[in-house]
Structure formats: C-alpha cells, structure tokens
C-alpha cells in the first residue's frame, strides 16, 4: 500500500479544483501546508475543512498538501477523499446533505431534446452547465476520464448530485462499460440521480444487470426513488439487438446511438451526410417508437459549426429522433430549435385536438378533420405537440427553466 496519495488536478488552465498531496505519517500530528490565491479569505475554513475530514477517516498523523485553484468544499472533500482511501482502508464515506434545489424528480415521459455531457472529473465544467438550460446534464464517467482518475470521479460526481445546482435539468450519469460500470452505481444511485446511460449496449442482458444491481442498492440505502436507463448502443451487433435492448426493463425511457464507436466498429468514417450510419439510425428509431421510447441520437463534434449542427438537427427530426447529446452549451438552442414544431405543424395539431374535443363533446367515437379520420395516436401525437409549444413558451426555440418538470 503506498504512503503518499495524490488526488485533483493542477496547472495553469485548472480552476475549481485543487491537487492533493497526502502522505500518512506515524507520528507529528497533522501538518497541512496550503497554497491559494484566497488562503487570506477563505484559509482558515480550508484548512478546518481538512482537519474535519482527516478526523472522520480516523487519520491523526499526515502530511497534507493542497494546492487550491478556486475548489468549493463539495470539490476538496471528494478529493481529500480519494486521496485518504489510497493509504487508508475504510468503508466510510464523507456525504454532503443535498441541497434543497436538486431534490425533484423526473418523470417517463419528459421532454429530451438535448443533454449535455460534462466529463466527471472537471468540477468547473459543472458548476454552471445547469443556466444554458439543457433538458438533462450527463456527468460522464466513462470515456471523459482517464482510466487512473476513476476512482476520484466517482467521490466528485457524488458529491455533485448531491451540491451542484442543475437548475432543474433531468440529472444523468453515463457509467463505465460493463463490468466496471456496475462499480460505479453505489455513487450514482442513491443521490437522487434520474437517469443511468448505459454505454455500448449490446444486448439485454447489461441493462437487466445494471438494473440488477440499481434495484439492490436501492433498498439497500432504503430509497424509494424511481430510476429510468438510457441505453447507449455503438456497435453493430448493438444495432441488431435494438428492439431486445429497448424493452429489456420497463424503466427505459429513451435509448441513444453513438455514431463516434459505431462507425470506427465499420472502420469507416463520419461523413456530412451519415450515409455510413442511415441503416443504424432509422433501425434504432423503428425500435424505439415500437418499444415507446424515446430514441437520441449521436452528438455532432464540430462546436464552431452552427449551420451545420442545424442542418444536422433536421435531418435528425425527420428520422423520428427526439433529441440529441450535446458537447457544448452554444449548442443547446440551436438543436432546441431545431427539434421545435414549425407553425404547419402547430396549426395542424390545434385543429386535430379541437376536432377531438368536440367528437368527445358530443359522445361520438369517431373523430375526423375534413374528409380524413383521425386515429388515437395522431390525436396523441398533436396533443404532444401543443404541450411541447406551452413549454418552449417562446419565440426562439430556447426551453423555459423548469417548464419541463410537469410534462
């Protein structure tokens, strides 16, 4: 085992972060050297936040070094943390209440046009993703993180579910690749996260084990809270077993494809066009509307091309997706826009549901507009429609804090 632990992150570029350096002593009490443009205002609550979580894991003698680059608490406990289990065993863990902000819930059927990814190890990309208004945040776990920082995303993304203010944004982690990824869940699930992205999803059977384990912990830790799964599929033979993965538990609410791994798994490339890909996605689509779920698709790379994020959002509604990932906020209303009804649409759907409204007054099981019946699902289609336009509440495509919790 070794005796000096480093957990965090520094340099010139780093801030809302520290880097820890913790070397177990046997004797001299603790020794706590800190460094931090903010040591005048806020050293003596650092340096007491250190001496409360060396007391908690029972640590009388260390050495600590920490190098602040503008960390909140909820940062520099997860890295003290990581960095005390490194040298010490324990069973323990330091749990931040949560705030009151984050304690609402999801719902199956909530709006998903975009989320946005967030790599789990870098506290600053957090802190304020929840303003540009995104339908979900995704704390990323899996490939945002080196594989030797593992350990310390997971103490961070804990500790953010349980301090980060997501400004009502559905909260989702994507975890590791299986088997991993079912090491991950004991940080994940009892801090009121409400969606499990689970990536390169093959077949059922690693959605029935992610929610195998999800159900355990959950009464384990005695919660009640309902968690839904968004699978991720990325290869081939995920693509083929798409209806199987969609309904293998009834808390799927959407399933993604991540055309990045997808198309290297064809070992070709992404084109503009998506030729490459057209066969997966519409698969994956037809699977999920038969499955009643939502289908994501792939995030677009290039952050710096708007008319071709727009383009690209398009094409992707007139597949029948129903959102997209997102890489970057500047993102988020464009593929809002994109994913909003053109006024064709809303009219068409306001003259659907008055037709509907006055079949139902006057006790008639047959709805018709014009010449044409109506069917149940293009009524449920049309009243969808007009709910999405209560939400967007406005003129430019952007979504409304919050609007969404009740849909």
Same mark, same amino acid.
């Given at each position: ?7 965090? /992150? ?37 340096? *007491?936040?250190? #001496? ?26 997860? *890295? ?8 010490? *065993?324990?069973? %323990? ?30 506290? @600053? ?9 995104? $339908?979900? &945040? ?37 975890? $590791? ?25 093959? /077949? ?19 919660? +009640? ?8 599929? +990325? ?21 993604? &494809? ?16 998506? +030729?490459? @890909? ?13 499955? $009643?779920?939502?289908? &994501? ?17 398009? %094409? @992707? ?22 994913? *909003?009804?053109?006024? +064709? ?5 306001? #003259? ?56």
């Amino acid at each position: 085992m070794p005796v000096v632990a480093e957990a965090g /992150n520094k340099g010139e570029k780093i801030r809302s972060d520290c880097f820890i350096q913790f070397n177990l002593l046997k004797s001299g009490g603790l020794k706590i050297e800190l460094t931090s443009k903010v040591k005048s205002l806020f050293g003596n609550d650092i340096i *007491r936040q250190i #001496k409360d979580i060396c007391s908690f894991f029972d640590v009388r003698h260390a050495q600590v070094q920490l190098e602040d680059s503008g960390a909140l608490p909820f940062v520099i406990e997860a *890295r003290m943390e990581a960095a005390i289990k490194q040298v010490v *065993r324990s069973d %323990k863990s330091l749990l931040m209440p949560m705030i009151q902000q984050n304690e609402y819930k999801s719902s199956r059927d909530r709006f998903r046009f975009t989320r946005l990814y967030l790599p789990g190890n870098t506290p @600053s990309m957090m802190l304020n993703a929840g303003i540009h208004h995104p $339908n979900g &945040i995704i704390l990323d776990l899996e490939d945002s993180v080196a594989p030797h920082k593992k350990e310390e995303a997971r103490l961070l993304v804990r500790n953010a579910l349980l301090q980060v203010d997501f400004y009502g944004a559905e909260r989702m982690v994507r975890i $590791n690749q299986l088997p991993m990824g079912l090491d991950d869940l004991p940080f994940v699930v009892p801090f009121n996260a409400h969606v499990i992205l689970i990536p390169k999803c093959e /077949n059922a059977q690693t959605v029935k084990s992610v929610e195998k384990k999800a159900t355990e912990i959950l009464h384990e830790t005695g919660q +009640e809270n309902t968690l839904f799964y968004m699978p991720i599929i +990325e290869n081939a033979l995920g693509v083929e077993h798409a209806y199987e993965i969609a309904t293998a538990s009834g808390n799927i609410v959407a399933m993604a &494809i991540g055309l990045e791994d997808y198309t290297a798994d064809l070992g070709v490339g992404r084109s503009e066009g998506g +030729e490459e @890909s057209f066969y997966a996605r519409t698969r994956m689509v037809n699977a999920c509307k038969a499955a $009643n779920i939502q289908p &994501i698709d792939s995030v677009y790379s290039d952050v710096d091309n708007m008319d071709a994020l727009q383009k690209q959002v398009i %094409k @992707s509604k007139s597949l029948g997706f129903e959102g997209m990932g997102c890489i970057h906020p500047r993102q988020i209303p464009v593929i809002h826009d994109g994913f *909003r009804p053109g006024q +064709e649409e809303i009219e068409r759907a306001r #003259k659907i549901i008055e037709a509907y409204e006055e079949a139902v007054s006057k006790g008639s099981g047959v709805v018709s507009l014009g010449s044409k019946m109506i069917d149940p699902p293009v009524v449920k289609r049309a009243q969808k429609t007009i709910r999405l336009i209560e939400a967007l509440g406005n003129t430019d495509g952007r979504i409304k804090e919050n609007r969404f919790d009740s849909l």
